[in-house]
């Protein structure tokens, strides 16, 4: 593989798994917050 | 990943288990309905072969694309969908006024024609996933195999009807019925996805494949085909303009993040994209004899890449007849997911005049199933039914963005996107998108795909054409005539306004699909 394509995978990757993860973890923390807050 | 799955599923099921409420028992639960009402074929199919065709470049300006249009529009529909209550026609009624009523139907119409169609290709899929656990397909000429499958089958007839009663089925048991679908069907996607994945980056030359998807040339990087690969790429795969995300926000809680929610809907169906393309492409690359066969193979259509080359690969893959079942499980999981969704969309406008959910359900199946019975006995007209929806999407976001702009983008995002609840804020920048860059790209993907059709057939102007201008705009005609001539009656059908006048979004209301 080119550096370049090296670069590309990793970046989406990152850019959107990584982001994904973080988007799902944001809102079972929201969702936690909101269930403590409606008890 | 895995882990993430199996907290989602754990999430859902607690929240299921303390007890019934209306709508989605946990926002959970309405994000991953959204990302399975998003990820469908289009995903599987499509994504993979555009980006091996066009690499690292089109993958970027996919990841742009979506960003500054595709999540924006997506949550400026989760706007009206939760802000109104109502389906589309209803939605649009409320939000944008009486005299657009019409414009929400026409969407419901766009809806009813892709589920006719789309549980067709549906029943191929079905067809093929019973032919991997013989290995049915093995062994004979692939090409021979897909025609007699998709024209003048019974059997094909007899699954599209299955397929059509699966759906209508679990839309009939309404939001709940949803959830627990998607319990079964997203984990398995995903599952299934990720173990092809490995499978296909284990083979010898997969890197191959790899380089192809991603190597980034700044000239295709600066070619505005890429871009528009890209921009149709995302509006056909992540579902703005189809009445999805209004018709599913109406069963939300009123008091969570919408932009959050929205921006994790977009980001999960770019995920499942470019996991199909670790699933595809090394495959492909890996497998074909020649570099030059790869690309061929990848430029030859959806039908063709699954079903005449995806199958021809499975054949010499090791372990292919598992792989090819696991395959063909993933791209029903994503399709009858959408699929449902679809009934909902079409559905919903029926209980919201007033109407029975069990007779809405029936009346739009049996809809279908006239409508869709020529798209499962004969391919060619399946095509021109795809061929008229994917213009009429890109149309359906010019028609969000309307009803956004007639309401006041301001107001959108001051009041609604930024209220208490919002994680993330949002800025100036979703304004200028939904005013003028999201209508603008929409606007010139229409006109490219319209101007690309001209050269597909030389009666361009035929109305009974398969793939041409004639075709478009007679059916898109008819649709928007019989839409107008009824907005009045549809929108007296409507009775009840839930748009409260402080600034917050109401309840989730009792109808029959949200308990």
Known sequence: MTPIAIFMMIFTSISVFGTFAWSIYRLIHMSKKQVSEEQ | MLEILSFLIRRISMANAKGKKLGYSS?????????????????????????????????????????????????GEHVIGRLTRHGTPGAFKDFAGRKSTWLGAIVVIIMAMTASYYSAVLSWVVYYLGLSFT????????????????????????????????????????????????????????????????????????????????????????????????????????????????????????????????????????????????????????????????????????????FLSMTSLFEVMPAGHLISILFFISLLMAGLSSNVCHFMICSLPFVDSGKDRKKSILGIFILLLVWGAPSAWNATFLSNQDWVVGQMMI???????????????????????????????????????????????????????TIQCFGWEKNWWNPFGVNNFGTFVFQGAIMAIVAYAFNNKIADSIKNNYVPQDGSFPDVPVNGFSS
């Not at chain 2, 009402?37 to 995903?43: A, D, K, Q, R, Y």
Request: glycine share 10%; with cysteine.
């Open chain 2, 395 to 449: 149309i359906g976001v010019m028609f969000s963005c309307y009803a956004l702009v007639k309401f006041g983008v301001r107001r959108v995002r001051t009041i609604y996107l930024n209220n208490n609840y919002s994680n993330l804020k949002i800025g100036v920048w979703w304004e200028i998108s939904i005013k003028f860059i999201a209508p603008l790209i929409a606007g010139i993907m229409f006109v490219w795909w």
């Open chain 2, 135 to 306: 290995k049915g397909y093995f062994g004979v000429d692939k090409a021979v195999l897909f025609s007699s499958i998709s024209n003048g089958n019974p059997m094909t007839l007899l699954l599209f009807v299955f397929v059509l009663g699966v759906s209508a089925f679990i839309a009939y048991k309404g939001v709940s019925g949803i959830e627990k679908a998607n319990k079964i069907f997203i984990p398995i996607l995903f599952i299934a996805l990720l173990v092809t994945a490995i499978h296909s980056l284990t083979l010898p030359g997969a890197t191959k494949g790899l380089n192809y998807m991603f190597d980034f040339k700044f000239s295709d990087f600066l070619n505005y085909k890429v871009w528009l690969e890209a921009l149709t790429q995302a509006v056909w795969s992540a579902g703005p303009g189809w009445g999805l995300v209004i018709t599913l926000a109406v069963f939300s809680n009123p008091k969570s993040d919408v932009a959050l929610t929205s921006t994790t809907n977009g980001l999960g169906d770019m995920f499942a994209a470019v996991l199909a393309g670790f699933a595809v492409i090394p495959a492909i690359f890996a497998l074909s004899p020649t570099t030059e066969a790869a690309i061929a193979m990848c430029a030859s259509g959806n039908n063709g890449l699954t």
């Open chain 2, 27 to 75: 926002q959970l639960a309405f994000v991953v309905s959204l990302i399975a009402g998003s990820v469908g074929t289009g995903n599987i199919w499509r994504f993979p072969r555009v980006a091996a065709r066009n690499g690292g470049a089109f993958i970027l300006a996919y990841i742009i694309m979506m960003a500054i249009v595709i999540i924006p529009v997506m949550m």
